[in-house]
């Protein structure tokens, strides 16, 4: 089946770091990629679509300048976190699938945590 | 705008006995998709089962099953044979038209199997 690696799996760093996580479709070619939010006991939120070559369409409320998503080939997004503080820690999964509708296929997610 | 609602925070079954996840939704679109998850504690989320609005048959995959009520917009998963690995939170999500495969995910069910 379709694989997804999202690395890394668990990040804890200091606050006002940037943090950058990657998201790889390893044997299919994704169109779109997602990027959900999963606070604890929550279930997930998505902040934003990326498609490959163009800008990435971000949900309401999240800030674009603080989650800044790159989508440069058919089989790589990334999410980077800027200048992260306490409040961004979270648990960030991304999903990949193609056109129609076919399943997303996650990534295992990583696990962020801002001392 | 369209939503998915899980009513059951949680669940529990006994070991072999089957058990059935509710989830309902709201939506005027006639062409949507309906999917559901389980997210283990490990955090990753694996895709169970699809169903598009237009199916006329209920969707199977293996012990799972999806009780698809249009009429009463539901779609209910059905585990039969419950094992003690059924054990997580299981999200029921519907990808509405428009492009991109955006999910929209219920609040979740945390589904307990008792040996």
């Known amino acids: 089946g379709a694989v997804v690696s999202q690395h890394p799996s668990r990040v804890i760093c200091k606050s006002g770091t940037s943090v950058k996580i990657e998201c790889r479709s390893l044997?299919?070619?994704?169109?779109?990629m997602f990027w959900y939010r999963q606070f604890p006991k929550q279930s997930l939120m998505l902040m934003a679509t990326?498609?490959?070559?163009?800008?990435?369409?971000?949900e309401q409320g999240v800030e674009k300048d603080k989650f800044l998503i790159n989508h440069a080939s058919l089989t790589l997004s990334t999410l980077t976190v800027t200048s992260a503080h306490p409040e961004d820690s979270s648990f960030y999964i991304c999903?990949?699938?193609?056109?129609?509708?076919?399943?997303?296929?996650f990534g295992d997610g990583t696990r962020l945590s801002i001392l | 705008a369209q939503k998915i609602t899980q009513t059951q925070p949680g669940m529990f079954v006994q070991e072999k006995e089957a058990v059935t996840l509710d989830c309902t939704y709201d939506?005027?679109?006639?062409?949507?998709?309906l999917f559901w998850y389980k997210q283990p504690s490990s955090g990753e989320m694996i895709f169970l089962i699809y169903?598009?609005?237009?199916?006329?048959q209920n969707a199977t995959e293996g012990r799972y099953s999806l009780n698809f009520q249009k009429a009463r917009k539901s779609a209910n998963l059905v585990i039969s044979a419950s094992q003690l690995g059924d054990s997580a939170m299981y999200f029921c999500?519907?990808?509405?038209?428009?492009?991109?495969?955006?999910?929209?995910f219920g609040a979740g069910t945390r589904l307990a199997v008792h040996p």
């Open positions: 999903s990949a699938s193609t056109l129609g509708n076919q399943p997303q296929h």
């Open positions: 044997d299919f070619q994704a169109t779109t």
């Open positions: 990326s498609n490959e070559g163009s800008k990435a369409t971000y």
């Open positions: 939506t005027s679109d006639q062409s949507y998709g």
């Open positions: 169903q598009g609005s237009y199916d006329e």
């Open positions: 999500a519907m990808n509405p038209p428009g492009g991109y495969n955006k999910l929209i």
